[in-house]
C-alpha cells in the first residue's frame, strides 16, 4: 500500500522565519511608522517634547507586540508542518 508521502509527495515547511532586527526594521519601513517619525520630528521641531516622546515609546512597543506575534505565527505555522498522520489511500473501490 503506497504512503501518502510516495503518492503526493513530501510537504516541507521551509520558512524559519527572520532574525528580531532584521523583522523590527522590515516592520519599521511599514508607511504608517514612516508617517509617525516624520510626525514626531516636526513635533520636537515644535517643541511639544512630551508628546512626541510618547508617541515614539508607544510606537516602539506596537512594534515589539507585532514582531512577537509575527514570531509566534511562524513558530506555529512551522510546528503544523511536522504534524504526521496516518492514511491509507482508497484506490479502486467503488
Known amino acids: ?3 501518502s508521502a510516495n503518492h503526493q ?4 515547511c521551509l520558512e524559519s522565519g527572520h532574525p528580531e532586527l ?3 526594521c522590515l516592520q519599521a519601513l511599514n508607511p ?3 508617517f509617525q517619525l516624520f510626525s514626531c520630528a516636526l513635533w520636537f ?3 511639544y517634547y ?3 516622546s510618547c508617541i515614539i515609546v ?10 512577537y506575534q509575527t514570531r509566534s505565527v511562524i513558530v506555529y505555522i512551522h510546528a503544523l508542518g511536522f504534524c504526521l498522520t496516518g492514511m491509507s489511500p482508497l484506490l ?3
Open 50 to 52: 512630551y508628546y512626541s
Open 58 to 67: 508607544v510606537s516602539c512597543v506596537s512594534l515589539a507586540i507585532q514582531i
Open 22 to 24: 532584521m523583522m523590527y
Open 9 to 12: 509527495g513530501i510537504s516541507h
Open 45 to 47: 521641531g515644535d517643541e
Open 32 to 34: 504608517f511608522y514612516i
Open 1 to 3: 500500500m503506497p504512503s
Open 92 to 94: 479502486g473501490t467503488g
